[in-house]
């Protein structure tokens, strides 16, 4: 789906690169969750990969092909949800009218259901939305057209918590094997439950790029009271409740992916990867 070898990119000459040489490969069928602090080059990536932004070295492909050639077929097999959503002072429907003929395999009938889910209806004026309410609107709309690779940037933010569960549902329920999902995020505790793959991000490298199934297999994630035995973590975080611990998973705990441990764990304790075989 999305091949990337040694990526270089900047914003000029004043600034530090973003990315020096930087690779990855996304596979179809999969939805990738793109973790990171601040300032390792997940938007920046995102925008990349869409054709946004035009690297400096390095091949991008997509679909076999190079999005900033913006070729119909490739184009319109991408959709970017921002961050930030700006939309048109027009009702939805005449958006909907306006911008589906784009997307070969846009489906209102997807549309509706992601819509009903949210509780919006199509006859709601854009621009009278709050953010959360515009994000919803969006991404109803990002699902619909059926695109092969839907980019997602911090696509919790401004969400409610009852519209953040929503949102793991209507994600999961309209996902198909060819298509790819890339959603870059801080919030982990709203898509840990949604994901199939992890790529870390540190110093705009890639850190470690893993399946759920794989870390899963190898490292198990508990929660134990204060005061118990953390001698076999190979990392613990107290709170007022417990403490959550990382272990290594001898085949036999079968315990879920707690994302905001492991991407604690790994920037704390970055020879945690040695645990891993991947």
Known sequence: MV?????????????????????????????YGLLGKNGTGKSTLLYIMCGLLQPQGGTVEVMGGNPRAHQPQIIGEIFLVPEEVELPAVCLRDYVKLNAPFYPRFSHEVLQQCLSDFELT?????????????????????????VRLILMDEPTNGLDIPSKSIFRKVVSSNMSE?????????????????????????????????????????????????????????????????????????????????????????MLKKDLLKHLRV
């Open 178 to 266: 060819e298509q790819t999902i890339v959603i870059s995020t801080h919030q982990v505790r709203d898509i840990d439950s949604l994901l199939d793959h992890i790529i870390i991000m540190d110093n705009s490298q890639v850190f470690l790029n893993a399946s759920v199934a794989e870390i899963t297999q190898q490292l198990a994630f508990e929660f134990r009271p204060m005061g118990s035995s953390v001698d076999d973590a190979l990392y613990a975080q107290p709170s007022l409740q417990g403490v959550a611990v990382v272990v290594p998973n001898d085949g036999t705990k079968d315990t879920p992916i707690n994302l905001e441990l492991l991407f604690n764990a790994f």
């Open 3 to 31: 091949n990337i070898e040694n990526l270089q990119f900047s914003y000029g000459r004043k600034y530090r690169p973003v990315f020096t040489d930087f690779s990855i490969s996304l596979k179809p069928g999969c939805i």
């Open 122 to 146: 199509d006859d709601l004026r854009l621009d009278q939305l709050s953010m959360g309410q515009r994000k919803k609107a969006f991404m109803s709309f990002a699902l619909a057209t059926q």
